[in-house]
């Protein structure tokens, strides 16, 4: 399957907010600000509260003061994905293998693979998935711990090794996002710098990106 990928993927990290519904406020206002992919991840709640969680932000986004057509990722979970119906399916290096995902999720859903790596960048492309991400590109905290990190020339080098979509993570804000592009990412995903002020920074992030 062929996607085409915003360049702008915000992440949704439960760890990130004090509360659901701060969680789902922010949801609310990154779609406000044109937000047309949303990734859901929380790496610690139960798969109760998750599921909970999952299908109010798939009620939010569906009745959005948009009306814009969003697609929603679940992080790890492919249960979850199918229970909330989500449109796609994100999975790690440590979480399913990209092809017990796909037979999980289906051949309809986007399915992508975090790499940290060329050499996982090059097993990735011989998968099923829709696009790949690489990362971290620069230091980050939204993990405890983090991969090495792979700079701009590791998004140039997974860049040469894959035709499919590509998106960078890890420390990318408003002020390097654009250096990211150029380096050869479709897009660019995006927590820390989304959690204070969630629609100004959308728009922001919008605007740099074009």
Same mark, same amino acid.
């Given at each position: ?110 399915? #992508?693979?975090?790499?940290? $790596?060329?050499?996982? =960048? @090059? &097993? !990735?492309?011989?998968? %099923?998935?829709?696009? +790949? ?37 890890? #420390?990318?804000?408003?002020? $390097?996002?654009?250096? =990211? @592009? &150029? !380096?050869?990412?479709? %897009?660019?995903?995006? +927590? ?19």
């Amino acid at each position: 399957m062929i996607i085409s990928l915003p360049r702008f993927y915000p992440i949704l990290d439960a760890g990130c907010f004090a509360t659901s519904e701060a969680l789902l406020r922010a949801a609310e206002q990154m779609v406000a600000a044109g937000a047309r992919i949303l990734q859901y991840r929380n790496k610690s709640g139960d798969a109760a509260r998750m599921l909970i969680d999952a299908r109010e932000l798939r009620q939010r986004v569906l009745y959005s003061e948009s009306g814009d057509s969003v697609t929603l990722i679940m992080n790890d979970r492919a249960d979850l994905c199918l229970a909330a119906d989500f449109e796609g399916l994100h999975v790690g290096q440590d979480d399913l293998s990209p092809a017990s995902a796909r037979k999980i999720v289906g051949p309809n859903r986007w399915l #992508g693979v975090s790499t940290h $790596n060329n050499a996982q =960048v @090059i &097993e !990735a492309d011989e998968t %099923s998935a829709d696009y +790949i991400a690489i990362g971290p590109v620069f230091g980050t905290a939204s993990k405890v711990n983090p991969d090495p990190v792979v700079g701009l020339e590791g998004v140039r080098e997974a860049r040469e090794l894959t035709s499919k979509p590509l998106v960078a993570i890890g #420390g990318i804000t408003r002020t $390097n996002c654009s250096e =990211v @592009i &150029e !380096a050869g990412a479709d %897009s660019v995903a995006v +927590i820390s710098d989304l959690t204070l002020d969630p629609r100004k920074s959308a728009e922001e992030f919008l605007r740099i990106l074009g």
